[in-house]
Each structure stands twice: as C-alpha cells, then as structure tokens.
C-alpha cells in the first residue's frame, strides 16, 4: 500500500503562474483534505471532501480551488499563485467521521511551494 | 486566540526523562487527536480520543472533556522520539490544530 502519495514534492512558481498539487490515496477512504502548514501556525484547512465529487470550503480557502472527480484523488489548484501561498501543503485521508469509529487521519509526505 | 494551545512550545530534555505535552481547547468537540511530525516533515496519527485514557507503547495519551484537556506522555524518552507533536480536535467535519510542542531528547 503506498498510503497517502502527494506530488510534486517541490515546486517554485512566479507570481500570477498556475499549478495543481496531487493528492492520491489507495486506502479506499471517503473523506479527504488539503491543510497549509506556516511557521509557528498550526495546520490549517484550505479545503475537504465527504465523498466523490463533493467539496466544501475550510479555514482558508481564498485563492485555491478544488475537485474530487474520483474517490482516490483530491486536486489542489492555485490559479494565479502569491507570495502569501508559499507554503507546506498537507493533503491527509480518513474513513467517515462516525463518533465510535476509530478514524485516524493518514497524511502524505507534504509539497513544499514557494512563490517568488 | 487559537482555539487549540499547546505547551509549552519548546522542550527539551535528557534520554529516559518522563515527558508531558499539555492541549488545551475552547469549543466543543467530537474527538481530539494526537499527531507526530518527524524532522523530515512527515505526519502521523499517535492517537484519537473522545475520552479516557489510551497507550501504545511509551506513549500515553489522556482526555478530560469537561476540563477541555489533553495530555500526552513519553515514559522513558529516547533520542528518536525528538519531533514535533501536535493535538488537533475536531469540530463537526472541521479539524483544529495547535501549533505543536518541539521536542528535543538528548543522550
């Protein structure tokens, strides 16, 4: 099992470029998520989905969108990158959010963007 | 102010010392999770709890709902145990995350 694959793992784009970060997962996992990780914050959420071709806005969705066309991918992209996105980007999968089902998240291994 | 803190933000301790991570929360929540950032980056699942006391290993995790605490120890720390730990709660679909305790054991 590969678990949770983000790619690419290292990006740097100019102001005003586009990009799509990947996030695939073979754990047959319904929910899935993209956070940002910034010095001396915590993760936050950018956006999540409960299912195949369902998604909803998190903390901080401004300036990126979204789409889970098929259950195993969930897409991040950046329409016209800025400074303030350079960033860590976490995507993270689970099972259903059922208060007695043990859930854990699983998350991959980060895309580290820089925007100059 | 965050809805999730943790402390202290730094630590730093001797190999075989007891340590505690301390997450505090201001809302209601349905669970609450523990998580390990290794110093390449990665993130994984310690634990998730909605009450009581859970183990693995070294690892102890505890859970006061009506206090909103959490605590997380490491008996017998080792050197491989130096990463970030963060406790995230979770709000309806929503996750909140503290900004994480950075744990440093030296031999």
């Known amino acids: 099992n590969a678990g949770v694959t983000q790619t690419p793992k290292f990006r740097v784009l100019k102001t005003g470029q586009s990009m799509t970060l990947l996030c695939a997962q073979d754990?047959?996992?319904?929910?899935m998520y993209w956070y940002r990780q910034d010095p001396g914050m915590g993760l936050r959420l950018i956006h999540y989905?409960?299912?195949?071709?369902?998604?909803a806005k998190g903390e901080v969705p401004d300036g990126y969108n979204v789409s889970r066309l098929k259950k195993q991918n969930f897409l991040l992209g950046l329409e016209s990158a800025a400074p303030s996105q350079t960033s860590v980007y976490f995507c993270?999968?689970?099972?259903?959010?059922?208060?007695?089902?043990?859930?854990?998240?699983?998350f991959g291994n980060g895309t580290r963007l820089t925007v100059t | 102010k965050n809805e999730v803190e943790q402390s202290p933000q730094n630590l730093t301790a001797q190999e075989g010392e007891f340590i505690t991570i301390n997450c505090s929360y201001s809302?209601?929540?349905?669970?609450l999770h523990w998580l390990q950032q290794h110093p390449g980056g990665g993130i994984v699942s310690l634990f998730m709890?909605?009450?009581g006391k859970k183990k693995h290993g070294r690892l102890i995790a505890t859970i006061n709902i009506q206090e909103k605490h959490s605590s997380l120890h490491i008996t017998a720390s080792h050197p491989r145990d130096s990463a970030v730990y963060i406790c995230?709660?979770?709000?309806?679909?929503?996750?909140?995350f503290g900004a994480g305790t950075r744990l440093t054991v030296k031999p």
């Open positions: 709890l909605s009450s």
């Open positions: 754990m047959n996992h319904e929910y």
């Open positions: 995230a709660v979770e709000i309806n679909n929503d996750m909140r």
């Open positions: 993270a999968s689970r099972y259903g959010v059922l208060w007695t089902h043990n859930s854990p998240l699983h």
């Open positions: 809302v209601g929540i349905s669970a």
């Open positions: 989905s409960v299912g195949e071709g369902t998604t």
